[in-house]
C-alpha cells in the first residue's frame, strides 16, 4: 500500500516571499501520479499542479513549481510570489499508473499554509 | 460548464439513523470518486465508480455503500450511523477512470454532523 506523508502540519509566509511544502512518499511501484491540491476555508479542494513519476522534469504551474526527487520519494511545492489567495490546506496525493488503475488519490495529511500581509 | 455539485451541503443526523448524499459530476464525466475528510484521519478513499461499476473501495465498513446511475450521478448511503461518521464528504468527477491525462474535479462536499 502507498503512503504520503506530511510532517509540517502548518506553515507562514510572508506575502511575496517563496515557501516551499514537503511531501515524501513510499511506494513499490515505478509508475505513478503525484498531486498538490489546494483546500481553501471554502472548502473546494481545487488541483494546484501534477507530475507523472516517469518525467525527470519537474512540473511548473506559474507561480508553482515542484521538486521531484524520485530515488528519494520526495516531493515538495515551492510557491513564489506569495499571495494572500495562496493561504489554504495543501495536500499532497498520490495516485497508481498502474494496468487497471483507477482514480484512487492517497492523501498526505496536509498542510495549512498561512500568508502573512 | 457547471461544476461537481453536492446535495446537501449539510446534514445532521442522529446516531442509528441512514443517510444519503448525492453526487452529481461534471457534464460528459464518467468517474466519480468519494472521499471522506475527518480532522483525525484526514481525506479517505470510499470508493470510485465508472459506468454503473464501483472500481475500487476503500478499507470502510460495509455500512458505506454507493451507486452510480445512468447519468453517472453518484448516491453515498451510510446506514446505522455513528458519531464517527461525522465529517465532510467529498466527491470528485473525472472524464474517464485512471486515465494518464484525466482531472480530477472536487464538488464542495457535504458536511454530515452526527449527534
Known amino acids: 500500500a502507498q503512503t504520503v506523508t506530511q510532517s509540517q502540519p502548518e506553515m507562514s509566509v510572508q506575502e511575496a516571499e517563496t515557501v516551499t511544502l514537503s511531501c515524501t512518499y513510499d511506494t513499490s511501484e515505478s509508475d505513478y501520479y503525484l498531486f498538490w ?26 507561480r508553482f513549481s515542484v521538486n521531484f526527487q524520485k530515488a528519494a520519494k520526495s516531493f515538495s511545492l515551492k510557491i513564489s510570489d506569495s499571495q494572500l489567495g495562496d493561504a489554504a490546506m495543501y495536500f499532497c496525493a498520490y495516485r497508481s499508473r498502474a494496468m487497471g488503475a483507477n482514480s484512487k488519490l492517497t492523501f498526505g495529511k496536509g498542510i495549512t499554509l498561512s500568508v502573512r500581509p | 460548464k457547471a461544476g461537481v455539485t453536492q446535495t446537501p451541503r449539510y446534514l445532521i443526523k442522529t446516531r442509528g439513523q441512514q443517510v444519503t448524499l448525492s453526487c452529481s459530476p461534471i457534464s460528459g464525466h464518467r468517474s466519480v470518486s468519494w472521499y471522506q475528510q475527518t480532522p483525525g484521519q484526514g481525506l479517505q478513499f470510499l ?11 476503500g478499507n470502510f465498513p460495509g455500512r458505506f455503500s454507493g451507486r ?48
Open chain 1, 37 to 62: 491540491y489546494k483546500q481553501p476555508p471554502s472548502r473546494q479542494m481545487i488541483l494546484v499542479i501534477r507530475q507523472e513519476a516517469y518525467k525527470q522534469q519537474n512540473a511548473t504551474e506559474n
Open chain 2, 47 to 57: 470508493f470510485e465508480y465508472f459506468s454503473e461499476t464501483q472500481r475500487n473501495k
Open chain 2, 68 to 115: 452510480q446511475f445512468s447519468n453517472s450521478r453518484s448516491e453515498m448511503n451510510v446506514s446505522t450511523l455513528e458519531l464517527g461518521d461525522s465529517a465532510l464528504y467529498l466527491c470528485a468527477s473525472s472524464l474517464v477512470s485512471g486515465s494518464s491525462t484525466d482531472t480530477q474535479y472536487f464538488g464542495p462536499g457535504t458536511r454530515l454532523t452526527v449527534l
